[in-house]
């Protein structure tokens, strides 16, 4: 009988950052906010996939609250990262 993989997420500031295709999940879907990051564009640079342009959305209860696009995943967790603390701690 083969064994089960367990799966783990990367953590960012303490929540867990999943990608699947180009989508990213950022905090606990079941939470009553996370964010949803869609990278729209890349670039290659070697064999390095880079986003290029990132559109990211506050999340409330599946409908969106706010939403931004960035230059790069790093501006658009940023950004994100800041409402969504914001919106977790009211």
């Not at 950022?26 to 342009?53: F, P």
């Not at 230059?71 to 914001?86: K, M, Q, V």
């Amino acid at each position: 009988m083969a064994k089960k993989k367990e799966q783990t997420a990367l953590i960012y500031k303490g929540k867990p950052l999943v990608k699947r295709g180009n989508t990213v999940i950022y905090g606990d879907i079941n939470d009553k906010y996370y964010l949803h990051i869609s990278i729209l564009d890349t670039d290659k640079e070697k064999d390095l996939e880079l986003a290029t342009e990132v559109v990211v959305s506050l999340m409330e209860n599946g409908r969106v609250v706010k939403k931004a696009e960035r230059e790069g995943i790093y501006r658009a967790l940023d950004i994100g990262a800041f409402w969504l603390e914001d919106a977790m701690s009211n």
